[in-house]
């Protein structure tokens, strides 16, 4: 099944959908110069390019707040997303495992509010998916959630529910904290608090040695531009910059080419320590 990936997507999609699952990722063409956020007119070329091949697109895949970008994806780009797999007659899975870490700027927004104030217009075309393991730090856990307007969906996830059953004592204890409305509450606000904190701190001692950051405002993630470092302007070139700071000073980050960045030199910080 061919989709639209808005790229740059985290690297794990490739295990999970593509070699799993033998979904087709087509990548949708966004870059620095726009400060990599999707437009319109590059939806309708990598969907236009995919028909050329005789590719026939099924959906439209998002990750809002993005990894690797660490920023929230705008009201109005969501609305132009809409419009245009309304328009093409097909999907949009929006995975916004992210959206309970948003630290500063913009807050975040859910595709779902965007249906509510369209009335819930095409509702059964949207499907988002989420999961504890960010927010609440619970990828141990694995409890996520499907939330579609789309009852064949709702149904064959139902059924599918049997082969993942989450166990009563995951079930008992989950329910009880996220019940307790002022210990989720104090949560919420204290993490983003230390997020912001972690965030402002690498991005400080970034720019203090000459190097940029797309601006973020949510997740665990900063992108950070090494471009200047870069012997050429390539893959090749990141890749050996890559293995220079994973070797000679011990620090692994993610070159921008595993999460399919058509730039060379960005790269994916994580920034969240645990205190």
């Given at each position: 099944m061919p989709c639209l990936f808005l790229p740059p997507y985290y690297p794990g999609f490739d295990r999970d959908l593509r070699w799993r699952t033998g979904v087709k990722i087509v990548p949708v063409h966004c870059d620095s110069s726009s400060n990599f956020e999707i437009t319109p007119q590059a939806l309708e070329k990598a969907y236009n390019e995919a028909e050329s091949m005789n590719i026939k697109v099924r959906g439209v895949l998002m990750t809002n707040p993005s990894n690797p970008l660490g920023a929230t994806i705008k009201r109005s780009t969501l609305e132009e997303i809409l419009e245009f797999v309304t328009r093409k007659n097909i999907h949009l899975v929006s995975d916004e495992i992210y959206s309970g870490s948003t630290f500063s700027g913009e807050e975040f927004v859910s595709v779902a509010e965007v249906l509510e104030a369209q009335n819930y217009k095409d509702s059964e075309r949207v499907h988002i998916v989420y999961s504890l393991s960010k927010d609440l730090g619970l990828p141990g856990f694995r409890v996520g959630t499907i939330y579609s307007y789309n009852d064949k969906v709702v149904t064959t996830a139902r059924r599918m529910s049997s082969f993942t059953l989450i166990s009563s004592q995951t079930q008992q204890l989950l329910a009880s904290m996220l019940s307790d409305e002022t210990?989720?509450?104090?949560?919420?606000?204290?993490?983003?608090?230390?997020?912001?904190?972690?965030?402002?701190?690498?991005?400080?001692?970034?720019?203090?040695?000459?190097?940029?950051?797309?601006?973020?405002?949510?997740?665990?993630?900063?992108?950070?531009?090494?471009?200047?470092?870069?012997?050429?302007?390539?893959?090749?070139?990141?890749?050996?910059?890559?293995?220079?700071?994973?070797?000679?000073?011990?620090?692994?980050?993610?070159?921008?080419?595993?999460?399919?960045?058509?730039d060379p030199g960005w790269f994916r910080v994580c920034f969240r320590e645990y205190e």
């Open positions: 210990f989720t509450a104090n949560y919420i606000k204290t993490n983003r608090e230390r997020l912001k904190k972690r965030y402002q701190m690498i991005i400080d001692g970034l720019r203090n040695s000459g190097i940029e950051c797309l601006k973020g405002n949510a997740g665990l993630f900063c992108w950070m531009n090494l471009s200047p470092l870069l012997e050429e302007p390539t893959k090749e070139s990141e890749l050996i910059l890559w293995k220079s700071m994973l070797h000679e000073v011990k620090l692994n980050i993610s070159p921008g080419s595993s999460c399919h960045c058509s």
